[in-house]
């Protein structure tokens, strides 16, 4: 059994900063491409940001030089760091990992809620 939890959301007003994070627990065996989606209210889940197991990153243009995905494989554990906040960033913030356990499958963690105040 495999699991991804999120924590680190919460209500911050705009210009300001949070930092999420993604652990995975359970027969982990090896974590490829990891990834931060986002489900704005009213508008479909996106992606935010991605990382490959070899750090090769990827941003949404909206959050470019704003936001920064890592890793840590040895605690497999992804983090978004995220500063000057917008109110336009809130919604509910899922990770996704694809993991190999048994076999390879893709796994969603529960959803970590950002609101951003004007």
């Known amino acids: 059994q495999v699991q991804l939890v999120e924590s680190g959301g919460g209500l911050v007003q705009a210009g300001g900063s949070l930092r999420l994070s993604c652990a995975a627990s359970?027969?982990?065996?090896?974590?490829?491409?990891m990834g931060w989606y986002r489900r704005a209210p009213g508008k479909q889940r996106e992606l935010v940001a991605s990382?490959?197991?070899?750090?090769?990153?990827n941003y949404a243009d909206s959050v470019k030089g704003r936001f920064t995905i890592s890793r840590d494989n040895a605690k497999n554990t992804m983090y978004l760091q995220m500063n000057s906040l917008k109110p336009e960033d809130t919604g509910v913030f899922y990770c996704?990992?694809?993991?190999?356990?048994?076999?390879?499958?893709?796994?969603w963690g529960q959803g970590t809620q950002v609101t951003v105040s004007s």
């Open positions: 990382i490959t197991s070899t750090g090769t990153t």
């Open positions: 996704n990992a694809k993991i190999v356990s048994a076999a390879l499958y893709n796994y």
């Open positions: 359970g027969s982990v065996i090896r974590i490829d491409a």
